[in-house]
């Protein structure tokens, strides 16, 4: 038997009994930061590969949400602070080791490039669009003939935005958890998934629309994939991993996680999307609700369940569990 | 200068003496700690062992607080005590996330406190307050790098450990056993 207790009372609030320094805000972040990767990526991609006119949606609708999302998570962020008339102190400098920091200058360049790139294709999607002042119709005009170098800019910085997430939560060794490096990937994949699913929401074309099924199909097996992995590497960890993995298997996150994230949220649209290539015809906005439903739910729940796991005192999870 | 403490569990009698007054010295907000008393048993009745431990931050070597802090309000200064700059904190939390010892917490004031080691009181040549206080003279606090310090002899000749050296962080708080 070995039995501890913290007999002078600890009770720290937000670190007690387990941590719960992070709510709402973070996995909400993360999971928009995700998705305007997703959305990006695609666009830039297929930009780089001539596909405007076949796919209208990826390229140039979708990019014009992805301002109003990425404004929504750093509200988020900055909401999520507690010394928050500091948050500034956040760009006077940056520490190449810290996750954090990369996310902070990230954003930095990647909010005004998205601001940049969708402004390229308004006057696409809304054709009778008035820029009104003239400074800026010049600007958009001169910047539009360099639309490559911005295609391939957004490229690398969606793929640092959709990865840093998950490399932001394994750097803290201190949850076992998160410590994982698949987590970086896993995210990356999760984000390009949501991005494919929301470009699928609002596609008109049934080409564009097959198209993306594809890509979703094959980005939900591989992110299928990599939660077996998760969980085969915790199981062949320490013993602090297993018993992390152990919340998942058995423990209070195993119904949430494999109903709602592997469930609805990967397996049934996978199937569904798969039929869908077979012929079979089922309205496309189930599959990509349930991916954007699922992706949402993966952010919440491994967010939450690396707080609960811990390498010390762990007789404080017997006060909520 | 390497500061370090070094705690004797044959001595510490678990009085929270240690915890008190660091309260009082460091105005700490109620309802919240620095440090605290961790009571360990092991064995079965009635072979029963019993430690009793004053923990607190490790003020740790390879310290993940300092490495993922985003502003660098959280750094290292003499003798590697890591501090918290409050006028450099954003309150991101992500310090209290990555201390394996969860020795971290919000100040309700904004910024993320913790045990300094009473630097302000070391600096003026004193012990921290916990120190001074200790009834059982349980606690040593000095310079692992001068040998003739009283914590290099204790470390030289008591059997010690550290609290999970598995985390990597490599503490500075060791716990004579």
């Not at chain 2, 990555?98 to 100040?107: E, L, Q």
Request: aromatic share 14%; net charge negative.
């Amino acid at each position: 038997m070995n039995e501890i207790a913290i007999t002078s009372g600890r009770m720290n609030q937000g670190v007690d009994p387990v941590l719960h320094a992070w709510t709402w805000e973070i996995p909400l972040y993360l999971y928009l930061g995700g998705l305007v990767a997703g959305i990006l990526f695609f666009s830039a991609f297929f930009y780089l590969r001539h596909r405007e006119n076949v796919f209208p949606a990826a390229i140039k609708i979708a990019p014009l949400f992805t301002p109003f999302m990425l404004a929504i998570g750093l509200l988020a962020l900055f909401l999520d602070l507690t010394h928050k008339l500091y948050f500034w102190r956040l760009y006077t400098t940056i520490r190449w080791e810290s996750p954090m920091s990369w996310g902070a200058w990230t954003l930095m360049i990647i909010f005004p490039l998205s601001i940049i790139w969708s402004a390229f294709w308004v006057k696409d999607v809304f054709p009778r669009w008035d820029w009104k002042i003239p400074f800026v119709e010049k600007s958009i005009d001169f910047l539009a003939r360099y639309k490559a170098y911005f295609a391939w800019a957004l490229i690398a910085f969606s793929a640092i935005l959709g990865m840093y997430t998950g490399i932001l939560l394994s750097a803290f060794n201190a949850r076992p958890f998160w410590n994982t490096s698949i987590l970086g990937p896993l995210f990356l994949v999760s984000g390009l998934s949501t991005g494919a699913a929301f470009i699928l929401l609002i596609s008109r074309s049934e080409q564009e629309r097959h198209r993306f099924s594809q890509i979703d199909t094959f980005l939900i097996g591989t992110e299928i994939f990599l939660i077996i992995h998760l969980f085969m590497g915790f199981l062949a960890s320490t013993s602090v991993h297993i018993h992390a993995a152990e919340m998942f298997l058995g423990g209070p996150y195993t119904a949430v996680f494999w109903t709602l994230v592997v469930g609805l949220g990967l397996l049934v649209p996978m199937f569904i999307e798969i039929m869908e290539m077979r012929g079979v015809k089922v309205p496309v906005v189930i599959p990509a609700v349930l991916v954007l439903f699922g992706g949402l739910m993966l952010r919440f729940i491994v967010v939450d369940a690396g707080q609960s796991s811990r390498w010390l005192y762990k007789f404080m999870e017997q006060l909520i569990f | 200068m390497r500061y370090a403490m070094a705690i004797d569990t044959k001595r510490c009698v678990g009085c929270a003496d240690c915890v008190v007054a660091c309260q009082t010295e460091n105005n700490v907000p109620e309802g919240f700690c620095r440090d605290w008393i961790v009571e360990e048993t092991i064995g079965a009745f009635p072979e029963l062992q019993l430690e009793i431990r004053s923990e607190r931050c490790n003020h740790c070597d390879d310290s993940p607080c300092v490495r993922c802090c985003p502003t660098g309000a959280s750094h290292y200064e003499e003798g590697g005590v890591v501090l918290v700059n409050h006028d450099e904190c954003i309150g991101c939390k992500a310090c209290i996330a990555s201390c394996p010892y969860d020795a971290r917490f919000v100040h309700p004031e904004g910024y993320v406190d913790k045990c300094t080691f009473c630097i302000h009181r070391v600096r003026e040549g004193k012990n921290p307050a916990c120190v001074e206080v200790c009834p059982t003279h349980a606690m040593i606090f000095g310079d692992l790098d001068d040998r003739n310090s009283e914590i290099s002899k204790a470390l030289r000749t008591r059997k010690h450990k550290t609290l999970i050296p598995e985390a990597g962080t490599d503490p500075h708080v060791f716990y004579l056993l």
